[in-house]
């Protein structure tokens, strides 16, 4: 009987287990409900806790703002030295912001400065405004962008993090666009002032991100807080290469927002490093070709660049030169006609393409009669 009765229970605790909502793997300990770490590159994983879970982000929001602002000045919509004015709605912003007035005017170069550095809700307005028009316009642009970016659990309504109904993200999302956002380098003058002025010294502005003070190598990026959100936190560090991006989301204080920030990235700095990989000699060797007006065909081969590797692991990587056998004309320069590989054990961790540095045409009786008639022509009777 007692047999019959505890085989029940195991079978039903067997049963209940599989409704249990899995875990995220997590190799640090922290405070935060939503967390992820990512080297910036690569976007490798390297840590995570619930980092779909969505949730408000607050001004962390405004790292997507930054993007659409960094691209337009990279496409010449805006340059640093254009002047804005701040229109009723840009003055209406609550929350942190420089006390800007409607009509007053002010640099691009301050706009982005009072945004990244203070967290201006009206400075980012002002800034939406000036790209698109209209705040709601750009944010249609902040949805699109995301979208490209593959930030599959984010609906931005606002540029500036402020809770509104439906103004959701999730920890990874925030990572991503974070390491979009730090491949334009100019943006890190920006998220790495610690006090600096505005109007002329009569403005002080002070970085709200703390790790600034203490945390070596830190570049960035963007705190946020809210009712909704909680305390919340996108941070970019880099050492000897390896750049990693943290995001926290939903800490109960600031002080847990950076304690956890900082966890990990001394995670990420301590377990893992950047190994420069090379190309194989025989990756740029010359190949025949057969059936072509020239026998000879060169080869070009991207630059293999770095990878993230494990120290613990003491990962060795193998690499494979692959090249087409019996290449046949015609062969166009740009075609691919082989690959690199770089494996870990049987894991394929990356592969760059061998592609053809010369054009090589078909033999036929046109092109073989054409190259003779020239040859003719050079020379002199």
Known sequence: MYKKVFSLIICAVIVMSAYIPAQAKSNVEVSAP?????????LKVLSEKNPH???????????????LVMEALDSGKLKLSDTLTSSKHSA??????????????????DLIKATAVASANDAAVVLAEAICGSEKT?????????????????VFKNCNGLDEDGHLTCAYDVALMSAELIKHKKILDYTSIWIDELRGGKTQIVNTNKLLKTYNGITGLKTGTTDDAGCCMSATAERDGLSLVAVVLGCKSGSERFADSAALLDYGFSEYTVKKLSLPKNALNSVKVKGGMKETLYTRCENPGTMIVSRASGEKLLTE?????DLQAPVKAGDTIGEVNYYSGKDLLKSCKIKAKN????????????AVF??????SF
């Open 34 to 42: 939503s967390a992820v770490l990512i080297e910036s590159e690569s």
């Open 53 to 67: 879970e969505k949730r408000a982000c607050a001004s962390v929001t405004k790292v997507m703002t930054l993007l």
């Open 92 to 109: 209406s912003m609550g929350g942190s912001d420089i006390w800007l007035e409607e009509g007053e005017k002010m640099s691009v170069n």
């Open 138 to 154: 750009f944010v249609n642009e902040m949805n699109r962008r995301a979208k490209q970016l593959g930030m599959k659990h984010t």
């Open 321 to 325: 030169c692959k090249i087409k056998k």
């Open 359 to 370: 054009t090589i045409e078909k033999m036929t009786f046109h092109s073989v009669a054409s």
């Open 374 to 379: 020239k040859k003719m022509l050079s020379y």
